[in-house]
């Protein structure tokens, strides 16, 4: 999803505010990683250090994965570029969306980082990335994954350590997000980094009842055995039904083919 992306999108609050300097500069003005990691559905990702980004060896092989991408480079770093002037409108859109791109898969290699995996952690531990719905994990704070590495596969999930499932975002914008651009080895890499963020194994599960009485292990088995024989039945029953109609059929038809034979035809009557 693409977002459009201009320096009055970034003014900072002191600049907008009555506090405001008349002569506030672009250092007012919010960077585009600030902005974008600030947008509606985005809070999952960590400022990535420009430090990191400015390295080449951090971008290897990307060129060729993602359009326009020295000018989607330049957005991201806030680089100035003159040669942008000469695109259109319609370019700049494509720009903008493919700066996005790139973003996502550059976030992906830095949070394996110790900076990267740091920045995220204190994420972690303000419960950011939201909570494992299941009742019998008490809360337990997740964590962002993918289930592929390769963009536009899947979208993002959070991985709950305590139950290690993986479970939908509960808002709609997060859940728009490429779960590649977090990617398949993240929150595991974290938790062995970090050990103590390991939870217990939940020590309860959730038992069936009827009126108060647990479920027997082979109540399931009988279920569908009698569902199983249930179908078979009604299938034979079907098979019945249709042999009784043809045979039904084909006797009326004897019938009416002796009545044929025993009337003959009018000229064989004289």
């Known amino acids: 999803m693409s977002h459009k992306f201009g320096k009055e999108d970034r003014i900072s609050d002191t600049e907008s505010g009555d506090t405001s300097d008349p002569t506030a500069s672009d250092e007012d003005v919010a960077s585009w990683i600030s902005w974008f990691c600030s947008l509606k559905g985005n809070e999952f990702f960590c400022e990535v250090e420009d430090e990191f980004i400015s390295d080449d060896f951090n971008l290897s092989g990307l060129s060729s994965q993602v359009p326009y991408y020295d000018y989607a480079l330049d957005l991201i770093l806030d680089s100035d570029s003159s040669t942008a002037e000469i695109l259109t409108e319609e370019q700049h859109e494509l720009v903008e969306s493919a700066a996005e791109m790139l973003y996502g898969l550059i976030h992906v290699r830095f949070i394996l980082t110790s900076r990267g995996m740091s920045a995220m952690f204190e994420k972690f531990k303000t419960c950011e990335f939201g909570r494992c719905p299941r009742v019998l994990c008490n809360g337990q704070p997740c964590l962002p994954v993918g289930v592929a590495d390769v963009p536009r596969q899947s979208t993002v999930k959070i991985f709950c350590p305590k139950c290690k499932d993986i479970y939908y975002p509960r808002s709609k914008y997060q859940g728009n997000v490429d779960g590649a651009y977090f ?41 569908a055995a009698a569902a199983e024989a249930a179908a078979q039945a009604k299938q034979n029953s079907a098979a019945k039904s249709r042999a009784e109609a043809a045979a039904a059929g084909a006797k009326a038809a004897a019938a009416t083919q002796a009545a044929m034979d025993t009337s003959g035809t009018p000229a064989q009557q004289r």
């Open 183 to 223: 990617g398949t080895t993240f929150p595991h890499l974290l938790l062995m980094t970090y050990p103590s963020l390991r939870p217990g194994q939940p020590t309860e599960g959730y038992t069936p009842r009827i009126f108060g009485f647990k479920l027997h292990s082979s109540a399931e088995a009988v279920a």
